[in-house]
């Protein structure tokens, strides 16, 4: 799964929407990688990433969550920021 790491400071993952790839949060980059470590994910089968069988929500969330570093999936509820768009949402909210 492809994950671009951007930046420094507090982890903010960020999961693009259904049909989309991490590069629509290009225009955002600059201005957040100063204060926060971007983690722009690309969904399983969009983007750079590899398609996952099964392809459903439940393994979708597991094979991102298995790719986010570690500190990530330990405080991802209480520190870790994230902003999704559209399908991506679902990932995070289900996280």
């Not at 225009?27 to 399983?44: C, R, W």
């Not at 089968?45 to 979708?60: A, F, V």
Request: charged letters at 20%; hydrophobic letters at 35%; one cysteine or more.
């Amino acid at each position: 799964m492809h994950i671009k790491k951007i930046g420094q400071g507090k982890d903010l993952v960020l999961i693009h929407g259904w049909g989309m790839h991490s590069g629509i949060w290009e225009p955002i980059i600059e201005k957040f990688s100063n204060q926060y470590t971007l983690h722009l994910v690309d969904i399983p089968g969009m983007g750079r990433s590899d398609s996952i069988d099964p392809y459903d929500l439940n393994h979708l969330v597991e094979a991102i969550s298995q790719k986010l570093p570690h500190c990530i999936k330990n405080e991802f509820v209480t520190s870790t920021k994230n902003s999704s768009y559209g399908f991506g949402g679902g990932d995070a909210l289900f996280y």
